[in-house]
């Protein structure tokens, strides 16, 4: 029987409706993985405790701690109290809660611990298909599977401990086409901030985006994370990518993917997800990924984003773009190149991944970074770290002149005590260059690892093919 | 919640686009436990110094401002974090309503739940919000529009099932748990298939 092509969204969508939308009601959508952390889980428990109610499944949530822990090796395992109260009070109570109400916590010891949007895919646990939600606007990274995973807010939170769904009206599709191969020297994240650069903040808005064509189908899992983190940096709430063998060769063998028969199963069903060929999106945008040039931002969003061998663009007349030039200390129709930076962030849930690392190290290994220079190197998981070490990038940091930390957010967010001081310029390979984000009057640069590595060797916005 | 029918207040103006949860609430602000008491750091980079000091030139330490329920803002309002505490920090100030001609996803979601309304119109109206700071509208949440001073009526889009909940005063996670035969049902087909 010939039914309607339908796409990858369409397809995880109708498996977890329990009740379709009508236009009295949202649809009743189930969440097969809820990760939680310490800063927008309290005042949901707060809920559940005040209304009597118990965690629905608490199999199906996994708590961790990433965001306002710190990074320090003292903190973390050295005994010291964490040197902020407030966070220290977080951390203890998403320990209580998760004890409360039977939910498996990957604490700050815990040698699985890390940004939760690296430690799902790196556990096996997120998987094609699968709904994935978490109070965390990043959890698109995930879509990167295959899987539907969008960020939630608190209360929304307690309503998937309390029931494992939640209600929700069904977005529109929007398929983002890119062909061609990326020059050497260009990575995912300069192609997502060129994506970002083209479809504005708010291009994507009541979106999800699907990310398709050959230079999408060629780039390693990692990198495909890297491009899903950063949908909600154009406004949509979900980025996803058809899982194929490079999907499945990720995910094979890892602690919490499906093995032996299940495996099998999986992926056979995992195999009917991409988009039937035919399917419409209510909205398609072409990239040209051969034309994408190391990027980098000059502004206070993300989508103020210029290739780095470029000028600052200038808009007369209007106010908002010259007080976001004013906050960063930059001149319209200026080059950013040889702008001097005091702080190399090389970390976060876009770009702390081991690839990541390795990228930044290749291109430091026997250099040394600027003189008055800070590099922090903060790897997105306790397994990210290790498996640095064991390849001895860690040495190649600390050799250059870097800070090597235990895993977080860490300076992404500037709460959890590593932040850029006021005036200051911060090259980051995070996500986010808001006003004050890493840090108040802090003046964030985005850009790629290899851009960061090569920038703190030069102490200045470098172009890293001048340095390959 | 309280029911929220119908709103009549003097507008706050803030003409920047593109205004992320980062600054409606920083997130050294977020080690909080609770969701009390947050309207103390709203805007807090934008409206005091480095001193701690208030910015006289920022509209919320204005005169006019006090006691202003509805916040005119340029577009694409609370963009970037998922941050529930955006909407509690604007609610806890005093805010009820916002008005832009966007409103990021999660940030419209997160404030429906609060019981923030949020009010996207069109660029005509939003034009005419912005050059004229401290009008008094009124938002009717049932008919689901917004009334200008000469007495024009501008309608907004609000979902039926989030207008149902404002109106009422009732929140989501009663139904939702209205649903858990449903939602038992659902999960033991879905065991059946495997
Ligand atoms: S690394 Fe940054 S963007 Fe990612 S989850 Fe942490 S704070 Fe959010």
């Known amino acids: ?468 | 919640m309280e029911p929220f029918k119908t709103l009549t207040s003097r507008t706050v103006v803030l003409p920047a686009t593109n205004i992320d949860t980062d600054q409606i609430i920083p997130a050294r602000f977020l080690t909080t436990t609770t969701r009390a008491g947050l309207g103390a750091h709203l805007f807090a980079d934008w409206r005091y110094d480095s001193a701690g000091a208030p910015r006289s030139d920022f509209v919320l330490n204005q005169a006019h401002a006090a006691g202003c329920r509805v916040l005119v803002a340029g577009r694409n309002f609370g963009c970037g974090s998922s941050r529930e505490h955006a909407p509690w920090a604007l609610l806890d100030y005093g805010f009820r309503a916002v008005i832009s001609t966007e409103i990021a996803d999660i940030f419209r979601n997160n404030s429906l739940k609060n019981g923030l309304l949020p009010v996207v119109i069109d660029e005509a109206t939003s034009a005419w919000l912005l050059a004229h700071a401290g009008a008094e509208v009124t938002l009717d949440v049932v008919s689901s529009t917004l009334t200008l001073p000469a007495g024009t009526r501008v309608p907004f889009p609000l979902e039926p099932f989030a207008r149902h909940c404002l109106v009422e005063g009732v929140d989501e996670l009663g139904f939702l748990l209205g649903r858990l035969g449903d939602i038992e049902a659902f999960e033991r087909a879905r065991c059946g298939r495997g």
Not at chain 1, 61 to 82: E, R, W
Not at chain 1, 223 to 239: D, F, K, L, Q, Y
Not at chain 1, 305 to 329: C, K, N, S, T, W
Not at chain 1, 391 to 416: H, I, Q
Request: hydrophobic share 40%; aromatic share 4%; proline share 6%.
């Open chain 1, 1 to 468: 029987m010939a039914r309607a092509p339908q796409t990858l969204f369409d397809k995880v969508w109708q498996r977890h409706e329990v009740c379709a939308e009508s236009a009295a009601t949202p649809a009743v959508l189930y969440v097969d993985l809820h990760l939680i952390h310490e800063v927008t889980s309290p005042q949901a428990f707060a809920v559940l405790r005040g209304r009597g109610l118990r965690v629905r499944r608490p199999e199906r949530t996994l708590a961790t701690m990433d965001h306002s822990t710190p990074t320090t090796t003292a903190q973390v395992f050295g005994g010291a109290p964490i040197a902020i109260d407030a966070a220290a009070r977080q951390v203890r109570e998403l320990e209580e809660n998760c004890a409360r109400f039977g939910i498996e916590l990957l604490g700050l010891k815990s040698a699985q611990r890390g940004i939760v949007h690296v430690i799902g895919p790196e556990l096996g646990l997120t998987q094609p298909g699968m709904t994935i939600v978490c109070g965390d606007s990043h959890t698109s990274t995930h879509g990167a599977l295959g899987a539907l995973a969008f960020g939630i807010g608190t209360t929304e939170v307690g309503h998937v401990l309390a029931t494992q769904c939640l209600l929700q009206r069904r977005p529109r599709t929007f398929a983002v086409n890119v062909s061609g191969a990326l020059a050497p020297g260009v990575t995912a994240k300069d192609l997502i901030l060129a994506i970002i650069g083209r479809l504005g903040v708010s291009g994507g808005t009541e979106h999800v985006i699907e990310y398709r064509g050959n230079t999408i189908a060629a780039l390693g899992m990692e990198e495909r994370m890297t491009v899903c983190n950063m949908s909600i940096e154009a406004g949509a709430r979900a980025g996803m990518i058809a899982p194929d063998e490079t999907t499945f060769a990720y995910l094979a063998g890892r602690p919490r993917a499906p093995a032996g028969d299940a495996w099998e199963r999986s992926l056979a069903a995992w195999r009917e997800l991409p988009s039937d060929p035919g399917a419409r999106f209510d909205r398609e945008v072409s990239i040209e990924a051969t034309e994408v040039e190391p990027m980098i931002t000059y502004g206070t969003n993300p989508g103020m984003v210029m290739p780095i061998g470029g000028h600052i663009p200038q808009r007369p007349g209007d106010p908002v773009f010259a007080r976001a030039l004013e906050y960063m200390g930059l001149n319209a129709g200026e080059p950013i190149k040889d702008q001097p930076v005091n702080v190399v962030f090389i970390g976060s849930c876009t770009n702390a991944r081991l690839s990541d690392l390795r990228t930044a190290a290749a291109l430091l290994r026997g250099r040394r970074i600027a003189r008055g220079l800070t590099l922090l190197v903060v790897p997105g998981s306790q397994q990210v770290k290790r498996a640095a070490e064991a390849e001895g990038l860690d040495r190649v940091f600390l050799d250059a002149g870097a800070e090597w930390r235990e895993s977080g957010c860490s300076m992404c967010l500037g709460m959890n005590g590593d932040v850029v001081g006021r005036g200051q310029y911060a090259i980051s390979t995070s996500n986010r260059n808001f006003e004050g984000r890493q840090g108040p009057g802090a003046r964030t640069l985005l850009a790629s690892p290899l851009t960061a590595a090569a920038s703190a060797v030069r102490g200045r916005v470098t172009d890293p093919r001048e340095l390959a």
